[in-house]
Structures are given as structure tokens and as C-alpha cells.
């Protein structure tokens, strides 16, 4: 695959934030996804939230898995560290990394298919130990590097590209999340980006399991069997000495609605996305209240966006197993290998 780098020139007159960097500063190759596609929508809104936290870039961690929203890394963030696991391994990766070394901030990034199906029990886990991290999952319902078949949390009665319907009932990873004890739950849209962008600062400035699940439009498979003017159906009706592939160029899609609003968002397939936003007077503090206002408007057909819950006085991982302050990848051979006398007493602790 060939990478287009961008130009490390920048104008002269473009805004820097308190460490003196530019936005361009926090950007990354130029994107090979499908124009239009919404994680390239989340890609800038990530920039955009550490380039006004002034965060230092080789301060970040940023890790994926497999898929379309884990190729997204590589366009943001280049001078941070960056780790692309096996498919739905990132959590645990993630976890590793943490208790190593506890003074970098991150960030993975994952999918519905990557978080929601091979990579469950990583997502579970992951959140349940109250990993200090900015989980972001770019949820699009289906598998995109793999022709759109359904993922995980593909809703009940959708009709893939090739027109089979979808009768499984859907994982709410925001659901799940809350049940598990996840200390920062939001769910956002990634054409909202007046939304998201604050959602994300919050998400990095919180300790503990920060979990955001953004709606990301997929662009690609929403040309369904029955249409004229699909690639299967020219396929079908044309002799060709090969197979080519093109997708339509799509614009974004972007929306701009006030707290308290319902609006309807028309998909590049004609589908709608019936998205409301919190209201100002919303008490993200109540974990129960919060699963049951999902439930209540999940039943009404819309999807719920904003801050849904938060624990101010959340504790991470390495509180919960008293771990030193010093990173444990600074720790010199005495400090890791205390001695015989050591281990004695913590095999004697244990009779």
C-alpha cells in the first residue's frame, strides 16, 4: 500500500496552541479511507481536542486493532507512540502498556466489529479493571474492510449492501459499558463535532475507563441489491475482461442541533439516524438513572448523545492494585527483584 505523507511546511500564519504547535502538528498521513467516511470525521475532531489541550504528542499512546476505524492512527498523531494489534487484542495490549509505563496518555481506537464481536471479552475486561484510557469506538454496523457484512451492533431489521436483512438483535456497547463500571460513558456523532470535540477532552482529562461510542456513517456499503445503478448489478450485466472497484465520492456528514433536540440524520442510503442530544439539565452522576433514560428513548427509536454518565472520584488500575508512582518500566533490577526475604513473606501471606 503506498502512504502519502503530508507536507511538513506550514503557513506561517496558522494559530498555535500554548506549546507553540499548530493543529497541522497533531495530524498524520493523509487518510486512504472512502471520501466521506466518518472516521476521518473522528480523526479531526482527535486532533483538534489535543491541539486545544496543548497535549505534547509524544506523550500519547495510541492503539487499534483491525479494521477500517483502526487504520485511523495513522492519520493523526504522527510524532506519538502508536501500536496496531490483532484483531480485537487491543485492550489487553492497551492494559500491558498501561501498567508499564503509567505516564503516557491513551488512546485506543477500535470498531463495532473489532470491540463488539471478536474483541467482547478485551472490551469487558478492559473496562472492568477501570484501565486509565480514552476508548474511542468508531460504529458503523458493519464490517468495512470485509464487504459489509453485519457487525455486533448492526440493528435489528437493517438491510445489508447485498439486501439480507438483519434479524439479530444489536449490542449497545454504551449499555454494556455503564453495567460494567465504566467511570466516563458519551456516545456522540461524528458529524458533530461541536459536541464531540468537548466529549473527547473530557474523555482524556477523566482517570479511569473513558468510554466514547461515535455513530460514523460508512459510505461504502449502501448501495443495496435491486438498484440499477449498484456494482454488483453492472457486474452481472456486463462482459468485463476484469473487476473493478470504484466508490462514489460522498460528502460528510454533519450536523448542528441544540441540547434537549431530536433531529433525524439521513444516511447516504436513505436510512435515518434519530439522534437526541442531553439536555443542559441532564445528571450525568446517576449510573442507574442514565441506563434507564437509554432504555426509555431506545424504545422511542432514538439514540442518545452526550456525557451519559460520569464518576468524578474514579479510581484507575493502578490505585486499585497499589502500584508504585514510578513507571515500572523505570524500575531498576533491585527494585523488581526485591530478594528471597521478599519473596518468603508474600509466599507466607498466602498460606
Not at 506561517?12 to 497533531?26: E, F, Q, V, W
Amino acid at each position: 500500500m503506498t502512504y502519502i505523507a503530508k507536507p511538513r511546511l506550514h503557513h506561517p500564519s496558522l494559530a498555535c496552541n500554548a506549546l507553540g504547535y499548530t493543529r497541522r502538528d497533531y495530524e498524520g498521513r493523509v487518510s486512504t479511507l472512502c471520501a466521506g467516511c466518518g472516521h476521518d470525521s473522528i480523526s479531526a475532531a482527535i486532533v483538534r481536542a489535543c491541539w486545544e489541550l496543548a497535549i505534547e504528542p509524544h506523550r500519547v499512546a495510541k492503539l487499534s486493532g483491525i479494521g477500517c476505524s483502526s487504520k485511523t492512527p495513522d492519520y493523526f498523531l504522527s510524532p506519538s507512540h502508536g501500536f496496531n494489534t490483532v484483531h480485537g487484542r487491543m485492550p489487553s495490549v492497551l492494559t500491558g502498556a498501561n501498567l508499564a509505563n503509567r505516564e503516557l496518555l491513551y488512546l485506543g481506537v477500535s470498531g463495532d466489529g473489532d470491540s463488539a464481536s471478536i474483541g467482547i471479552g478485551q472490551f469487558v475486561h478492559a473496562i472492568r479493571r477501570g484501565v486509565n484510557m480514552v476508548y474511542i469506538v468508531e460504529n458503523n454496523g458493519v464490517y468495512g474492510l470485509t464487504k459489509g457484512q453485519f457487525s455486533a451492533t448492526a440493528d435489528a431489521g437493517s438491510v445489508s449492501k447485498k439486501g439480507v436483512v438483519n434479524t439479530d438483535a444489536p449490542l449497545d456497547l454504551v449499555g454494556l459499558a455503564l453495567q460494567l463500571g465504566a467511570s466516563f460513558v458519551g456516545r456522540s456523532f461524528s458529524g458533530d463535532k461541536e459536541q464531540l470535540v468537548p466529549l473527547i477532552k473530557g474523555a482524556i482529562a477523566h482517570r479511569g475507563a473513558a468510554i466514547l461510542d461515535v455513530l460514523s456513517p460508512c459510505v461504502t456499503f449502501n448501495n443495496h441489491a435491486g438498484s440499477t445503478k449498484s456494482y454488483d448489478y453492472v457486474r452481472e450485466h456486463n462482459d468485463s475482461i476484469n473487476r473493478l472497484d470504484f466508490i462514489e465520492p460522498r460528502a460528510e456528514i454533519t450536523v448542528d442541533y441544540a441540547p434537549g433536540e431530536l433531529i433525524e440524520v439521513t444516511q447516504h442510503d436513505g436510512s435515518l439516524l434519530r439522534l437526541r442530544k442531553l439536555d443542559a439539565a441532564y445528571d450525568p452522576s446517576d449510573r442507574v438513572a442514565a441506563m434507564n433514560y437509554l432504555h426509555e428513548r431506545q424504545a422511542a427509536g432514538e439514540i442518545v448523545t452526550g456525557l451519559l454518565y460520569v464518576d468524578e472520584g474514579a479510581q484507575d488500575l493502578h490505585a486499585h492494585l497499589k502500584t508504585v508512582a514510578t513507571p515500572l518500566n523505570t524500575l531498576d533490577t533491585a527494585a523488581l527483584c526485591p530478594g528471597a526475604a521478599a519473596l518468603d513473606r508474600i509466599n507466607a501471606a498466602l498460606r
